[in-house]
């Protein structure tokens, strides 16, 4: 656990150090701009007992970008997330269970964004996340309904997740993005005896995958 907090936050220092160590003949006043975010999420739960993106919810917020040097910024954003999993029915092994769990937060994302070539970006940092609701729908009956209920999972208030994604600019303002996202901690903590009817057989983490939309607001001279 303790590597992969180390490696996470290596990356993190390595990406910022060089982003703001290079093209210092591009230094310029501070550039303060405002935006919005938005997009689709598909997520999963480690940790649950079933794999797959098939839990898919909505992505978005505002955020502000930050630039001393016209290639390399910090954003920072307040973002609503679905996030989650859904158990699909597989009828080629006759498993005909349905069940989902349905978490939503606000995400508060603080990255380092660096231009890499001139049209991309990438991305990367931490991001703690406030715990909104936690639902579920179909745990007892085994048949998703729709008809959410509170989660009985001693789920925790808050998440602190790592964050990276790659961008592609559409025009002076906008950028299309593909971002991922992973729980640190665990959200839930492992079982003490984790068992082949427990609901959780370790420790559970969100793991999302993001599509969508960042447009900047105002002028910016980069």
Do not use: C
Request: hydrophobic share 40%; proline share 4%; aromatic share 12%.
């Amino acid at each position: 656990m303790m590597g992969k907090w180390l490696l996470v936050l290596s990356a993190w220092l390595s990406l910022a150090t060089v982003a703001f160590s290079q093209n210092s003949e591009e230094e310029l006043a501070w550039d303060f701009r405002g935006g919005f975010t938005g997009g689709f999420s598909a997520s999963q739960v480690r940790g649950d007992g079933i794999d797959g993106f098939n839990k898919l919810g909505l992505y978005g917020g505002l955020i502000v970008d930050v630039r001393k040097y016209a290639n390399v910024g910090l954003q920072l954003g307040l973002l609503y997330h679905d996030k989650g999993s859904r158990k699909v029915a597989n009828p080629k092994t006759g498993d005909y269970t349905t069940w989902a769990y349905k978490f939503t937060y606000i995400d508060i994302p603080i990255v380092a964004v660096v231009d890499i070539k001139e049209g991309y970006t990438v991305g990367t940092g931490l991001q703690p996340g406030v715990l909104l609701s936690a639902q579920e729908d179909g745990l007892l009956s085994g048949a998703a309904t729709g008809d959410w209920t509170e989660s009985t999972l001693p789920i925790r208030s808050w998440e602190l997740s790592w964050v990276v994604w790659v961008g592609m600019r559409a025009g002076d303002a906008g950028e299309w993005f593909l971002r991922h996202s992973q729980s640190l901690p665990g959200i839930v903590p492992k079982p003490d005896n984790p068992g082949p009817n427990a609901r959780w057989d370790d420790r559970m983490q969100n793991i999302t995958l993001q599509v969508g939309y960042t447009r900047l607001l105002g002028s910016a001279d980069r």
